[in-house]
């Protein structure tokens, strides 16, 4: 599944954006959802997961919580990672990726190899 990240852009420290992430479905019977992220000099972190299925609420990095919400709009086939109160921390490159439901753990979907379709990436930008 080729996936394709966009919406990010330059933001004001406090400000919002929400980035998409097209398509949201793939191939196998049940599906996960990821946000991960790479500051420049850092390694690619977690953000968010979701299951989509059974009532489980996506979860979210410790430095994301509260501030972050993933969504997703089945009719556009979309995946929305909604971002409020940003901070100059969370500037960097932004991943979406899918990969199949094999386990519940979140501990699990925290690692990106657990997710095998990426896009390409969409640069968020904080500025004070």
């Known amino acids: 599944v080729q996936l394709q990240a966009s919406g990010g852009g330059l933001a004001q420290a406090g400000g919002s954006l929400k980035l998409a992430c097209v398509p949201s479905g793939c191939f196998y019977t049940s599906c996960i959802t990821g946000w991960f992220r790479q500051a420049p000099g850092k390694d690619r972190e977690f953000v968010a997961v979701?299951?989509?299925?059974?009532?489980?609420?996506?979860r979210y990095a410790d430095s994301v919580k509260g501030r972050f919400a993933i969504s997703r709009d089945n009719a556009k086939n979309t995946v929305y990672l909604q971002m409020n109160s940003l901070k100059l921390e969370d500037t960097a490159v932004y991943y979406c990726?899918?990969?199949?439901?094999?386990?519940?753990?979140?501990?699990?979907?925290?690692?990106?190899?657990?997710?095998?379709?990426w896009g390409q990436g969409t640069l968020v930008t904080v500025s004070s």
């Open positions: 979701a299951w989509w299925t059974d009532g489980r609420p996506p």
């Open positions: 990726a899918i990969g199949p439901r094999t386990s519940d753990s979140f501990t699990y979907y925290r690692r990106s190899s657990a997710y095998d379709s």
